[in-house]
Every structure is written in C-alpha cells, then in structure tokens.
C-alpha cells in the first residue's frame, strides 16, 4: 500500500509560480509510475503530467507543455511538480497519484493510489 499527501497549494496571481509536492510512504515508490491529475468544479478529473519509476519517460497534458516541469527524487519518496505562468484557468484541486508501469499513463482510470489533494488558486 503506498499513502500520498500533496502539499504546496495556495493562491498566486496570474504569472505566478508554484511548486507542489508529493510525499510517498513505502519503500516501494521507485517501482511506481507517478502522475499529477487536476479537477476544477464542475468538470471532469483531467491528467497534467506523469514519469515513469526513474524519470526516464516524461508525458505533459498540451495545456501544461512549457509551463509545468514533472520531477522525482526517489531517495526522498516525494514527486513534484514546478508550475510557472499559471493562468486563471490553471485554478483546481490537484491530486499526485501512483500506478505500475505500462498501460495508460494519460487515464485517471489506471492509478491505483491517489493524495487528497491541494487546492491551486490563480488570481486574474
């Protein structure tokens, strides 16, 4: 079983940056795929970005590609993520999730651990 707490959320303005991270228990994180997904209220759960065990296959939703950096530190069982240029439309709950390799990296349906979430705010 692998726990995940998300941290780092918060209100910024538009142009703004912020950094979430993901904190995993387990001894078993470097054998998981790791993905950041969002919801914002009213829509349906959507997928920013995920790497695979080592970093080594990188995949970004085209609505995130040149703003937001996936990263692992698997000494540190913590994912994160680096979000530059955040628009209004960037605002929702954003939640770390881990699944086994291989499969649909894109599909929410495929993780089987999720975080609670941290709620990202951005300001017009």
């Known amino acids: 079983q692998v726990q995940l707490v998300e941290s780092g959320g918060g209100l910024v303005q538009a142009g703004g940056s912020l950094r979430l991270s993901c904190a995993a228990s387990?001894?078993?994180?470097?054998?998981?795929?790791m993905g950041w997904f969002r919801q914002a209220p009213g829509k349906e759960r959507e997928f920013v970005a995920a790497?695979?065990?080592?970093?080594?296959?990188?995949y970004y939703a085209d609505s995130v590609k040149g703003r937001f950096t996936i990263s692992r530190d698997n000494a540190k069982n913590t994912v994160y993520m680096q979000m530059n240029s955040l628009k209004p439309g960037d605002t929702a709950v954003y939640y770390c999730?881990?699944?086994?390799?291989?499969?649909?990296?894109?599909?929410?349906?495929?993780?089987?651990?999720w975080g609670q979430g941290t709620q990202v705010t951005v300001s017009s």
């Open positions: 387990g001894r078993t994180f470097s054998t998981f795929v």
């Open positions: 999730a881990a699944k086994s390799p291989g499969g649909n990296y894109y599909s929410s349906n495929g993780y089987d651990h």
């Open positions: 790497l695979t065990e080592i970093g080594a296959n990188i």
